[in-house]
């Protein structure tokens, strides 16, 4: 059984960072390219950030990139999400997802 467990979220001020992680399971980690989206409130599956199999492609929308660094560690089967320099509009549930799976999602609150 496929499963992708996201941790990390939580509640963080204009400009600060947050690592989020996601724990795979039930499937070849390392034979799979991985995708994180996210969910504002009131909008739509934005897909911002994919990684490739081997870890040397990494893809990212304009909203994210620059801020947003996406990696993987398939000796811990974990997809991670550094990012920094977080705005309000960043306020989403974030998942990690491969192919049409994904995980429960884990909220991140832009707020002063």
């Known amino acids: 059984e496929v499963r992708l467990v996201e941790s990390g979220g939580g509640l963080v001020q204009p400009g600060g960072s947050l690592r989020l992680s996601c724990a795979a399971s039930g499937f070849f980690f390392e034979n799979h390219g991985m995708t994180w989206a996210r969910q504002a409130p009131g909008k739509g599956l934005e897909l911002f950030s994919k990684i490739n199999n081997d870890g040397e492609t990494t893809n990212y929308l304009d909203s994210v990139k620059g801020r947003f660094t996406i990696s993987r560690s398939d000796a811990k089967r974990t997809l991670y999400l550094q990012m920094n320099n977080l705005k309000p509009e960043d306020t989403a549930v974030y998942y990690c997802?491969?192919?049409?799976?994904r995980g429960q999602g884990t909220q991140v609150t832009v707020s002063s």
């Open positions: 997802q491969m192919g049409a799976f």
